[in-house]
């Protein structure tokens, strides 16, 4: 009785670890990624990397599940127990392997989140604009002002094909404002960038 009674709690402890190790958040009203990241101790950049969200986490859904943990580590966790049954010197030279590994894959991805993350707001300010300013036309004229991003027609040099509009513009940009983002700020701000 006593054995069995050890059994069934031991599975059941077993489940609960299983169940809690594997550390999800269900979204609610008013939760964002940010939200989220900061009452679960988490970099953003990871919520977002390990949901594949888009548009900046922006896009979230009340009832939606989101994985704060990512499983392969569970993986490497049990890989590395099997270890500790080995001789000293064999366990101290793969952890301390993994532990590098572990730790720079994630420094690079996060890199490269960053980068996308950022390119990203960029591309939406940029789409932002346009919209705002053209409706996203390339031939919209308004007095002086032409096409997609209603730029002075004296930076177009005659040339309105839509390539030199992207070009003028990421240039105007770029050497007013500094970005894309920095010019929708001053755009909300002033009707105009």
Known sequence: MAFTVIAVLSIFLIGLKISTSAKQVTVKSGDTVSSIAKINQLPINRIIRLNNLK?????LQIGQTLKLSNSK??????????????????????VSQNVETQ????????TTNNASVQNNSEEQAKN?????ESTNSYDAQNGRY???Y?????????DYSPANQ???????????YGSWVNAQNFWMANGWY
Do not use: C, F
């Open 55 to 59: 548009n900046d986490g922006n896009d």
């Open 73 to 94: 580590k569970k993986h490497n966790k049990k890989h590395n127990k099997k270890k500790v049954n080995k001789p000293k010197k064999q366990v101290t030279q793969p």
């Open 103 to 110: 730790t720079e894959t994630p420094q690079m991805s996060e």
């Open 128 to 132: 932002w604009i346009a919209s705002h």
């Open 146 to 148: 032409v096409g997609k």
């Open 150 to 158: 209603q730029l002075d027609s004296s930076y177009l040099n005659g």
């Open 166 to 176: 992207e070009i003028v513009a990421n240039n105007y940009v770029t050497s007013r």
